[in-house]
């Protein structure tokens, strides 16, 4: 997860944002633009106040009372907004600037148009939008605002028809201040956004190492874990191997019934598959044969998780299928054939009555071997997706919410990628799609 300092403060609304603790960059936008919105209208509303005392000059007090009304309504809609688990989009961002333009312009309409100084607040909006959207929405927003500022100065210099020096000049103040506001906008459409992008990817890029730095220390710890954990497996495991051994050697009248026999010895056999796994799980852990990675056919790749996915979980409804015709040899690295019986279990677990697994060659453009997990449950929960890869991240009680993480980090490993969705229909899908190269 990226971090992002807090930025204290009016300006803080205008650093570029990256990504919040548990919340997404959508989200943390849009709370900057409900607070800015807040606080220029109460500004503008203490300035009013003191704007009725100190001039003679009478405004539409229930025209701007009712604005003021409408804003707090929107803002009360958008805090709303930010309670709905549903993503934020750079559009949407969009809309909100547009709306407080509405407000303006009605404001504007009624209060002095281009000789109100509140106009300038356009260019207040356009460097929030150049933090906050791409630069198509940041051209389309600067070419609008300079188009009312063009608007309100033409109404004004209509309206001001006399000739005399105090009009002139006021009329040349008001080209000046319109000269003024284009400029700026372009200044900050050209340098503000390219500058607001720049900051991104290098917070982006020191976030990315960052995180890298502590996936490897996570993966070397959890590594260690998994070795401390085998080596202290194999002691008891070996000790039930050689007692099994022995009962195994009785007759059945001895053992008084000859169901029992077969009992052990199918109890043997999955001790040593317990014993097997363990010293796979040792080997890797060390290395061993790290120059040669052995590929084995599909059929066999695909028997052997099936093989194992049916005796950990006899009772559970799994349909294993192989889109291909032809059998290739594909890789078979264990932390990615745990990754995939990871993935598996997840959707056993998950599922209300069946899972379906699918391995598939595509073809196209980008050549890729693709395991597709589907399964027929509830679906993923929107604050595990919204974490989903993070280590210690899990919507059961009874799971340490690591075989995601762990995962990913072996499928990325290999030049893979892992991509979940919930599906329409209901259930999830997980995707996992191995380069070609792990293929031959």
Same mark, same amino acid.
């Given at each position: ?105 009605? $404001?504007?309409?009624? *209060?002095?148009? /281009?000789?109100?100084?509140?106009? #300038?607040?356009?260019? =207040? +909006? !356009? ?97 260690? $874990?998994?070795?401390? *954990?085998?080596? /202290?497996?194999?002691?008891?495991? #070996?000790?039930?191997? =050689? +007692? !099994? ?104 677990? /998950? ?90």
């Amino acid at each position: 997860m990226l971090h992002t300092k807090s930025n204290s403060g009016i300006l803080g609304l205008l650093v570029p944002l990256y990504s919040g603790e548990g919340r997404s960059v959508g989200r943390l936008a849009l709370q900057r633009l409900l607070l800015l919105r807040i606080i220029v209208t109460v500004m503008s509303s203490i300035g009013l106040i003191v704007f009725q005392l100190l001039s003679p000059i009478e405004v539409p007090i229930l025209l701007i009372l009712s604005l003021i009304a409408c804003i707090l309504l929107s803002v009360v809609l958008g805090f709303w907004r930010l309670r709905a688990s549903w993503a934020i989009t750079n559009t949407e961002l969009f809309s909100h600037l547009l709306l407080d333009v509405l407000f303006l312009i009605i $404001l504007l309409f009624y *209060t002095g148009g /281009a000789g109100n100084p509140l106009i #300038s607040y356009l260019l =207040v +909006l !356009l460097a929030v939008g150049a933090t906050l959207l791409t630069q198509f929405y940041v051209n389309v927003f600067a070419l609008g605002s300079i188009a009312i500022y063009s608007f309100f100065i033409l109404l004004e210099l209509q309206s001001d028809s006399g000739a005399s020096e105090d009009v002139v000049g006021f009329q040349l103040h008001l080209v000046g201040m319109w000269v003024i506001f284009v400029v700026s906008a372009i200044l900050i459409t050209l340098f503000v956004t390219n500058m607001a992008k720049a900051i991104r990817e290098r917070e982006s890029n020191l976030a990315k190492a960052r995180e890298t730095e502590m996936l490897n220390e996570q993966l070397v710890a959890i590594g260690t $874990l998994a070795a401390g *954990t085998a080596h /202290a497996l194999g002691t008891p495991l #070996s000790t039930m191997a =050689v +007692l !099994l051994t022995e009962l195994n050697k009785q007759s059945p009248e001895e053992l008084k019934n000859s169901e029992i026999k077969a009992d052990i010895s199918l109890l043997k056999e999955q001790v040593g598959r317990c014993k097997n796994s363990l010293n796979q799980l040792i080997r890797y852990y060390h290395k061993e044969n790290e120059d040669r990675e052995e590929k084995v056919q599909l059929t066999t790749y695909v028997n052997d998780i099936k093989d194992y996915i049916i005796n950990i979980h006899p009772s559970a409804s799994v349909e294993f299928m192989v889109d291909s015709n032809a059998n290739p040899n594909i890789s078979s690295n264990l932390s990615v054939k745990h990754a995939i019986i990871n993935i598996i279990e997840n959707g056993i677990k /998950a599922s209300t009555n069946h899972v379906d697994v699918l391995f598939k060659w595509v073809e196209g453009e980008q050549k890729h071997f693709e395991i597709a997990v589907n399964d027929d449950g509830p679906g993923i929960p929107t604050e595990v997706m919204e974490n989903m890869g993070e280590p210690f991240k899990s919507s059961r009680k009874d799971s340490m919410g690591l075989g995601i993480f762990l995962a990913n980090a072996a499928i990325q490993k290999l030049g893979g990628t892992i991509e979940m969705f919930n599906l329409k229909m209901g259930g999830a899908l997980t995707l996992i799609k191995l380069p070609a190269s792990t293929v031959s």
